[in-house]
Each structure stands twice: as C-alpha cells, then as structure tokens.
C-alpha cells in the first residue's frame, strides 16, 4: 500500500528507490509502468497520461500480421551497439551470462526508442563487477530512468536523486547528500550509518545499532 507518493524524473536524471524489503519501492514502480491503477493521482510522462501497460522492444510498432523490417533490425542492432553487446545478437538469450542477459533488456528497451528506463533491481545477483558495469552503463545512456536499488552505495554512486521509502510513505527524497545521511537513513533501516566522504561520492558502511556509541562517524 503506498500512501501519498509521488515523484518526478527530469530529462536523462537517474531516480533511485530505496527502502528496506515491503516499503513499496517495487509497487511503485509498477504503478509508474501502470501494471497496478493508482486509487488517487495519475502516472504521466512528459504531460501525457499513460493509459497502458508499456510494452518493451520493437514488438508495438509493427501491426499483428506485419513481418520485422529491415529498419526495425537495424534499431534492434543500434539498441545491442549502444550497451555494447552487438557481437551477442545471433546467441540464443538462455546461454548468456547475468550481466549479458541485464545488457540485452536494457538494448530491448531501446529498441522502442524510448527516452525513459524503469529497472527493477538491475544489479541483482550480479557479482560487483557487473553491478558496476550495468549501472555505468544506464547512467552513460543519458536516459531517464527509474531504478529500483537495494544496495544503497550503488545508489550513491550512480543515482542523481533519491526517493527513500518506508512502510508505503516517502521517509525522504533529494539528492544523495540529502537523503543518504545517517539521521534520515537509521530510522527507516534500523540500523547503524557510518557515512564517509569519499572524492568521487559518498560511501556508507553499516552497524547494529547496539553498538553505534562504539563507532566514532
């Protein structure tokens, strides 16, 4: 159950959901691709409503009884080009690895010419060189895009803004610097935030909170 949520993704902006497992991160996501109907409010994308559930590759574009053409292989290949899988397109889908496989979904949507992205948790069950490897590649994309994360040092990393939920309410939403603090981040986890500064973005390491007066942050 969501409560009064709402957000919005600017022109080629990365937005991570996070939230602790239940806050709603996931059925927010699915109201946004409009899988689940909002009882109040409305999904829209660039001022037009969206009335349907999105569909991802070329399939919408050609009619029931119309064969792929020559153009839509040719932005099927463009699609592969840019997340850098062009030398995979004639391997069967099964035989691909983890971070293959999360490359290929991304060039499928692509394919649609889409300029919007919404990942359910790409990085998962992939080892850290992928995770970082397709989460480098969303943000080079210049997309917008809407990616739910778990792992909260990815989404400092990679995410322009932040939407934090717990139990089906926004808890915080701003930049990393604002929401990825231990005072806004302890209260919705349960659990202890070391935050570190480092160069190129924030990094945070975690504690039971029984044994936070023994962390010096």
């Known amino acids: 159950m969501l409560d009064g949520v709402g957000l919005n993704a600017g022109p080629g902006e990365v937005v991570g959901l996070i939230?602790?497992?239940?806050?709603?991160k996931t059925t927010l996501l699915r109201v946004l691709y409009a899988a689940l109907r909002p009882r109040a409010g409305f999904v829209s994308i660039d001022d037009d409503p969206v009335a349907e559930m999105v569909l991802l590759g070329r399939s919408p574009h050609p009619s029931a009884f119309q064969r792929y053409t020559a153009a839509d292989h040719r932005t099927a290949a463009t699609g592969l080009r840019r997340v850098g899988v062009r030398q995979l397109a004639?391997?069967?889908?099964?035989?691909?690895?983890?971070?293959?496989?999360?490359?290929?979904?991304?060039?499928?949507?692509?394919a649609q010419e889409s300029d919007h992205l919404l990942?359910?948790?790409?990085?998962?069950?992939?080892?850290?060189?992928?995770?970082?490897?397709?989460?480098?590649?969303v943000r080079a994309l210049a997309?917008?895009?809407?990616?739910?994360?778990?792992?909260?040092?990815?989404?400092?990393?990679?995410?322009?803004?932040?939407?934090?939920?717990g139990r089906g309410a926004i808890a915080r939403a701003g930049s990393t610097d604002q929401v990825l603090t231990p005072e806004?981040?302890?209260?919705?986890y349960g659990i202890g935030v070391r935050r570190l500064i480092q160069p190129d973005c924030v990094q945070l390491v975690f504690h039971p909170l029984e044994s936070r007066e023994e962390v010096v942050r």
Do not use: M, W
Not at 19 to 24: F, W
Not at 119 to 137: F, K, M, S, V
Not at 144 to 165: E, F, S
């Open 143 to 165: 997309v917008t895009t809407v990616v739910v994360l778990h792992d909260l040092n990815l989404a400092a990393r990679y995410c322009d803004h932040l939407v934090l939920l």
């Open 19 to 24: 939230g602790p497992n239940g806050s709603g």
């Open 90 to 110: 004639d391997r069967a889908f099964g035989t691909l690895s983890g971070g293959e496989k999360q490359r290929v979904l991304v060039a499928r949507a692509l």
């Open 184 to 188: 806004v981040l302890e209260p919705v």
């Open 119 to 137: 990942l359910d948790e790409p990085a998962n069950h992939l080892d850290i060189r992928y995770q970082h490897e397709i989460l480098g590649l």
